[in-house]
């Protein structure tokens, strides 16, 4: 008998952490057995992932690379991914991490990135839209400039990739791909700091447009799928870069709690791909177990 929808990803994210080794922090960054069986079907195929110098972007690349795909990882500087594809080569994962110089905020620097993967690698068959970032600008008395870098980024950049991954996918005919939008636990509750408003409006215009992918998909009849992850309080830079001219308060943020690893979100993310092709996974939101709001 088949399974419901939500019983079958339940059973499947179950069997993924009962299975998978635990390392003495508890988290689950190697592959469950059931897992690496599902992720089978990626092997060898071409996955974007934005802002994948660091945090959770560098994370979800090495967990790609490790089940065998081609990573095209993209960031502003490309030093670190050229270290971390190097690692990963050392490491003998069977898949390729590709850096690729990129301003998220430069349309033309994105159209022109995934000009270069259809001509390297044929194309994108799944799209991580990871880059984002945070400005301490309150609503009251922040500065255009910080507002609009935080929209540029974490919204348009990620609609163009949305886009333009789509008309990759449906230009070759492939119609099993999949979007993931890393989004956070702030685009589905106001977060009560005047320094993340505007940061967390940006994130509930993911939810939206996460939503908004998932319809128009099902419109245009493609079995493609989109989900975003919303994560609370992972332990990254994020904390440092927002409040960068305060250490210590950065620093505080993780002391408070055992945070989350970015090695966790990547965790999600496989086993949202490992998912059967029929189940649409919309929405997985994580959070420390210590995290209040």
């Known amino acids: 008998m088949d399974l419901p929808l939500r019983t079958s990803a339940t059973v499947l994210l179950d069997a993924a952490y009962s299975e998978a080794e635990q390392k003495s922090d508890g988290s689950c960054p190697v592959p469950a057995r059931s897992a690496l069986l599902a992720m089978e079907r990626w092997k060898g195929r071409v996955a974007l992932v934005t802002g994948a110098s660091v945090g959770i972007g560098a994370a979800v690349a090495r967990a790609l690379v490790q089940h065998g795909m081609r990573v095209v990882g993209c960031a502003r500087n490309v030093d670190k991914i050229e270290k971390l594809a190097a690692e990963c080569q050392s490491a003998g994962y069977s898949g390729t991490l590709i850096p690729y110089k990129c301003d998220l905020s430069n349309e033309e620097e994105i159209l022109s990135m995934f000009s270069a993967i259809k001509t390297l690698h044929k194309g994108v068959d799944v799209c991580i839209n990871n880059a984002g970032l945070a400005h301490n600008e309150p609503l009251l008395s922040g500065k255009t400039e910080g507002w609009r870098n935080m929209i540029d980024v974490n919204v348009l950049a990620l609609s163009i990739c949305t886009r333009e991954a789509y008309k990759s996918m449906k230009g070759r005919n492939v119609d099993d791909g999949h979007i993931i939008n890393i989004n956070s636990m702030g685009g589905h509750r106001m977060i009560s700091s005047a320094d993340k408003h505007f940061y967390s409006a940006t994130k509930y215009a993911v939810t939206a447009l996460t939503e908004g992918i998932r319809q128009e998909l099902r419109e245009a009849k493609s079995h493609i799928r989109a989900t975003c992850i919303s994560p609370g309080i992972v332990e990254t830079e994020f904390a440092f870069r927002l409040h960068n001219n305060d250490p210590e308060k950065a620093a505080a943020v993780y002391e408070s709690m055992k945070c989350l690893k970015a090695e966790d979100i990547a ?22 177990v210590e995290q209040v709001s």
Do not use: E, K, Y
């Open 267 to 288: 965790s999600a993310i496989t086993f949202v791909l490992s998912a059967p092709p029929h189940v649409q996974i919309g929405d997985v939101q994580m959070r420390p």
